[in-house]
Each structure stands twice: as C-alpha cells, then as structure tokens.
C-alpha cells in the first residue's frame, strides 16, 4: 500500500475513534443529568397511569360505590363541612327539629320501639316499623331533599332524604310506591306525600309497614353511611 493510503487510512480511523468517544460522553452526561433530575422530582420520566385509570373506571363502573352507578348527594355548602355532631349534640338538634310521624294518621302511642331488635346474623334493626295499610301516605319526617330513590334487595323501594343542614339522612323503606313526581335533589317540606307503605323488599306480604331509620351523616355525607340514631323517643314525644 502506497505511503499516502496509509495516512488517509490513519486519519479515518483517528475520526471514527473520536466520534465514538464524543457519543459516549454525551450519552453519559444525559444520563447523570436524567438522574439529578429525577432524584429532585422522582415522576420525571415516569409514565402517567392517571389517565387509563380515569378511563377504566368510567367504563367499567368502578367509580360507583356500594353499588350506585353515582352517588346523588344534596348541594353542599361551606357551613357543613364541618364534623358531625356528637351523639349528645345529634339528639339536642334532632329534638329541636320536632320531626313528624312518618306515616299519615299514625298517632304517637301507636309506636313501637324495634330499634334494638335483633336481626338476621345477629344485626341489630337501628329503626322503628312502623304498621300501616298498605297504601298509606308516607310524609317527609323534616325539611330536606331527597339524596337518593333506591331499589333493594332487603329495602325494596327506598327514599333517603338529608336534613336542611346535611347532618342527618332519614331513610324510608318498603315503599309500595313513590309519590308522582318524586325526584333525587328535589326539596321536600315536613308532611308532604313522598311514598305509600309498602312490602317491598324482605318485608312480609301480610305485614305492610314503613321501616323508618335515622342516621347521623359521616362528615362526605354519603347517603349509605351514617351513624343509627333511635327515631322512637324522637317521635313518641
């Protein structure tokens, strides 16, 4: 080979060996400056799974709860993001609100009280059945709105409804039927027609009633959670 091919030969060789050094240096300092940044902020190059979750939930249902495709609750307000009551305080003002008999034409020495009695699998009732012909008007125990019309296996066709202040939630069960027009977050009045007595549910054909419950609300206000409070005293009055 020719003395000038040799050199041109070097010289190539020379440029080649450099290029692979420049590139591997550069490769290394991309590196250590990925790894400063990500020792500040660890999400730095780190993919973001937020949004096939968002997807997923939406068309798979799992943003409901309890089984609710979504939760209808009342309008909330800045006055009632504090913690509930305690049980003491919960009594004082559901005593004050002076709530009505569920149940038109019932008298209060009709009552009974099933708070306590037990249930199925050792479960405590937490309400009062209150005995009624089937048909009967079932009346709004306070001002509120209707959080939540619900169809269950054990209470059949139900009505929650929150208390004007979001504390406690009234829950109405074994309805036969809702009154014409009834609707989730629509304002009730004490004594309006909401729902006729019923049996539907686990409730005896042959025992229509109206399974009324009171529960003091958890401080999301879910209308499937609460705190059992004994309607009976709060009634029989």
């Avoid at 003491?88 to 009280?113: C, F, K, Y």
């Avoid at 009624?132 to 019309?149: C, F, H, M, S, Y």
């Amino acid at each position: 080979m020719r003395r000038v091919d040799r050199r041109r030969v070097e010289r190539l060789r020379r440029r080649v060996i450099t290029i692979g050094v420049s590139f591997a240096a550069g490769a290394l300092v991309a590196t250590l400056v990925t790894a400063r940044a990500q020792k500040a902020d660890p999400t730095i190059g780190l993919y973001d799974h937020s949004y096939d979750r968002s997807q997923s939930a939406e068309h798979t249902g799992a943003v409901a709860t309890a089984g609710a495709s979504a939760v209808s609750a009342a309008p909330r307000s800045a006055a009632i993001e504090a913690a509930p009551p305690s049980p003491t305080e919960a009594i004082s003002m559901l005593t004050r609100r002076n709530l009505e008999i569920p149940v038109r034409g019932i008298q209060p020495q009709s009552l009974q009280d099933t708070f306590n009695d037990a249930r199925a699998v050792g479960r405590r009732h937490d309400a009062i059945d209150i005995m009624a012909p089937r048909g009967t008007e079932v009346i709004a125990a306070d001002d509120g709105t209707i959080a939540k019309l619900f169809t269950s296996k054990a209470g059949g066709l139900t009505i929650y409804e929150f208390d004007p202040t979001q504390t406690f939630s009234y829950y109405y069960a074994h309805l036969d039927r809702y009154a014409p027009g009834l609707a989730e977050q629509q304002r009730v009045h004490r004594g309006q027609v909401i729902g006729y007595v019923g049996s539907t549910g686990n409730a005896s054909e042959s025992a229509p009633h109206l399974h009324f419950a009171i529960a003091r609300l958890d401080t999301d206000r879910s209308w499937w959670k609460g705190d059992p409070i004994n309607p009976y005293p709060l009634l029989r009055k």
